[in-house]
């Protein structure tokens, strides 16, 4: 399973990358508007941390408009995935970009047939947004379910990325399913590693040792 990491915000990539936990990294409009600087300087920053699948969104909603973004994305560098939204004109745009050698992550997919659609026009990955559903009280990880069983059924090469990870138990079950990736914000890595029963027991090992002869 490949952990990448859903920031745009160099600190955080920089330690997790340290970490050995970014196999990737995902960004979207609302990462980088957070960042407070230039679109283009922060994936290529990116891309000279990270040697992996960097995801960079297109904003364009109408096909030209996407093919002409993600034809400047691309340039930017070989590990670069156009982010594309799951509409009409979005899996237009992946097939044309599929054909052309561009990979692609077909994003906000909220719906199993959505994810066939996008692993029918080749898309590299496909991202289910599983909070995102959680908070609508429907159940995003039945969702990761449907799409890995059908696309199992169907050999597709499409990778699916859980994405909109709100927290552990999220990462825990895309392990369990056997997502291909999950897409995890700083915060919630930084999670997975602790337990409280680790930091008690490491407390009691230091306090003993203060004891101990030496
Ligand atoms: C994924 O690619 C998106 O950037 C992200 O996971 C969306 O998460 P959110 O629902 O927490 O905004």
Redesign the pocket.
């Known amino acids: 399973m490949k952990f990448f990491i859903?920031t745009a915000n160099i600190a955080e990539i920089t330690d997790a990358y340290a970490m050995g936990m970014v196999d990737g990294v995902?960004?979207?409009p609302?990462?980088i508007a957070k960042e407070g600087r230039g679109f283009q300087d922060i994936i290529k920053e990116i891309c000279e941390i990270v040697d992996g699948p960097i995801?960079a969104?297109v904003i364009s909603t109408d096909y030209d408009g996407m093919i002409q973004e993600a034809g400047k994305l691309a340039k930017i560098h070989d590990n670069i995935v156009v982010?594309i939204p799951m509409t009409i004109d979005g899996i237009k745009a992946t097939k044309t970009l599929t054909e052309e050698g561009i990979k692609t992550?077909v994003?906000l997919v909220f719906s199993p047939l959505q994810a066939l659609m996008a692993a029918k026009a080749g898309a590299t990955f496909v991202?289910p947004?599983v909070?995102?559903i959680d908070?609508i009280s429907s159940d995003g990880m039945l969702l990761v379910e449907q799409i890995v069983e059908i696309y199992g059924n169907y050999a597709f090469d499409t990778q699916v990325?859980v994405?909109?990870?709100?927290n552990p138990l999220h990462v825990l079950d895309a392990a369990l399913i056997g997502a291909d990736i999950a897409?995890i914000?700083y915060s919630v890595l930084s999670r997975l590693a602790s337990h409280p029963l680790t930091d008690k027991g490491l407390k009691a090992f230091l306090d003993d040792w203060k004891k101990a002869e030496k």
Do not use: M, Q, Y
């Not at 994405?163 to 709100?166: I, K, P, T, W």
């Open positions: 859903d995902t960004t979207n609302s990462l995801s969104e982010k992550n994003t991202s947004f909070g995102r908070d990325i994405a909109s990870v709100r897409t914000p």
